[in-house]
C-alpha cells in the first residue's frame, strides 16, 4: 500500500506478519466504511473473473502465506499434503451453478440463486445478486469432486464446529442432488473448539493478538530446553541428541496436548502442564517409549528374534503385571473401532496413558535382562 495510506497494495516486500495486519485493518474498514465494503465485494468479483491485477496481487499473498505454512509443516514433519485451496474449485463452481440450475433445486430469491437443503433452516446461496460465489457455491464445488473425480469414499472435514450449520447444509444439499450416496460415502464433520488461555479466555498473546503456531513452537523449543537443562541431559548428550531430544519433547507435547483433549471442548493450554513428566501427558508416554527401546538395545535382540520367538513358542504369563500388559494390549482393536465410529482422538491417547502405566508396572515388577552369576540373561517370556 502507499505509505500515505492509499490502497494501492504491493504485497511482494510484505512479510507474513504485515499481512496479517493489513487483513485486520482492512476488516475494520470494511466493517466502519460502506463505500470500502462496496469496493471489497467489487475486488471479489474481479478476483473470480481473473482479472490480471487482482490475480497478481492475489498470487503474491498465496506464495507468501504458503511460505508460512510451509515452515509449520516442516517442523511438524507432515509430508505429501495436495493443495486444494479455494481457488482450485473457480472453474468448477461454473459446473456446479449449471448443474443445479438444469436440476430445478436452485430457485431464485431477491436477485441471489440459493438452495434450500432438507431439514435445514438456511438456505445455500449459490450465486449472489451481484454474480459472485460464494463459500456455499465452493463448497458445493469441493464435494462433488471429492467424491466423484477423486473418488473419495470416506471424507473428513477438520473445520471448527462453529461451521457445524453450514456444513450440515452442504452435506444434505450434496445428499439431495445425488452426489452424496450414504449408501457408497461416508461424510463426517471434525469439529473442534476452542483453545483457552490460563485464564479461560481464547489463547491470547501479552499483546491480546492470537498466538500463531510458529509462535507457540518456538516456545516450546525453549521450555523443553530449559526442562531438559533442569535435568542435567545437557551434560549427557551430545548437541545433536540434546537438540533432537529437545525437538520431540516440544513438539510431542504441544501435539499431544491438544489431541488429548475431547476435540469438541474448549480446553485450557498450559505448557508447564505438558511438561510434567507424571499423569497423561506426551513426556510421560516418551518415558515409557525410552524404557522399551532400552530393554531392545541393551538386551541385542533384533526385532526378527524377537518375531521368530513369538511364532515359535507358546507365550506363558504368570506374573499379575504380565497379566495386565497382555489384557491391556488386546484392548487396541477395540480402541481402533470406536475411533474409527466417534473420530474422537483423545480416546486413543487415554488408552496409550494406560498402556504406559501398565508397562511401567510391568517395567518394575518383572525384569526383562538379569544379571546373575556374571551372566546376562534375557527373559523372553
Known amino acids: 500500500k502507499k505509505a500515505s495510506g492509499g490502497e494501492n497494495l504491493k504485497v511482494t516486500d510484505l512479510g507474513i506478519t504485515d499481512l496479517q495486519s493489513f487483513y485486520k485493518e482492512s476488516k475494520k474498514r470494511f466493517d466502519a466504511d460502506e463505500s470500502f465494503k462496496k469496493r471489497a465485494y467489487e475486488a471479489v468479483v474481479k ?14 499473498i498465496c506464495d507468501m502465506s504458503r511460505k508460512a505454512f510451509n515452515e509449520v509443516y516442516r517442523r511438524l514433519d507432515i509430508h505429501n499434503l495436495t493443495e486444494r485451496g479455494e481457488s482450485f474449485y473457480q472453474n468448477l463452481m461454473d459446473d456446479v451453478v449449471r448443474d443445479l440450475e438444469a436440476s430445478n433445486y436452485q430457485v ?97 498473546t501479552r499483546s491480546g493478538e492470537v498466538v500463531r503456531l510458529i509462535d507457540l513452537l518456538e516456545e516450546g523449543l525453549q521450555r523443553s530446553l530449559d526442562r531438559l537443562k533442569e535435568k542435567g541431559r545437557d551434560k549427557e548428550l551430545s548437541p545433536k541428541d540434546l537438540e533432537a531430544a529437545q525437538t520431540a519433547v516440544a513438539y510431542g507435547c504441544i501435539k499431544y496436548a491438544d489431541l488429548s483433549h475431547n476435540r469438541t471442548s474448549d480446553y485450557v493450554f498450559s505448557f508447564d502442564k505438558m511438561l510434567e513428566d507424571k499423569g497423561n501427558t506426551a513426556v510421560y508416554l516418551l518415558y515409557a517409549y525410552t524404557r522399551i ?28 503385571k504380565e497379566w495386565k500388559l497382555a489384557k491391556t494390549i488386546l484392548k487396541f482393536s477395540d480402541v481402533l473401532l470406536k475411533l474409527e465410529g466417534d473420530l474422537l482422538l483423545h480416546s486413543l491417547c487415554d488408552y496409550l496413558y494406560e498402556l504406559s502405566c501398565a508397562f511401567t508396572e510391568f517395567y518394575d515388577a518383572c525384569y526383562c535382562i538379569e544379571q546373575k552369576d556374571g551372566e546376562t540373561k534375557i527373559n523372553m517370556w
Open 108 to 204: 431464485m430469491d431477491e436477485g441471489r440463486k440459493i438452495l434450500w437443503p432438507p431439514t435445514c433452516d438456511i438456505p445455500l446461496t449459490i450465486v449472489k445478486s451481484d454474480g459472485g460465489y460464494t463459500y456455499d457455491t465452493s463448497d458445493m464445488a469441493a464435494i462433488k469432486h471429492r467424491l466423484h473425480t477423486e473418488h473419495g469414499h470416506w471424507l473428513i472435514y477438520v473445520v471448527d464446529s462453529g461451521q457445524g450449520v453450514h456444513l450440515k447444509g452442504i452435506f444434505e444439499a450434496a445428499k439431495m442432488v445425488g452426489w452424496f450416496d450414504p449408501l457408497k460415502h461416508r461424510v463426517d464433520h471434525v469439529g473442534f473448539g476452542v483453545v483457552l488461555g490460563q485464564d479461560k479466555t481464547k489463547f491470547k
Open 293 to 320: 527401546s532400552s530393554i531392545a538395545r541393551n538386551a541385542k535382540v533384533s526385532s526378527s528374534a524377537i518375531k521368530f520367538v513369538a511364532q515359535s513358542e507358546p507365550l506363558t504369563l504368570e506374573h499379575p
Open 47 to 60: 478476483l473470480q473473473a481473473h482479472d490480471p491485477e487482482h490475480i497478481r496481487l492475489w498470487n503474491n
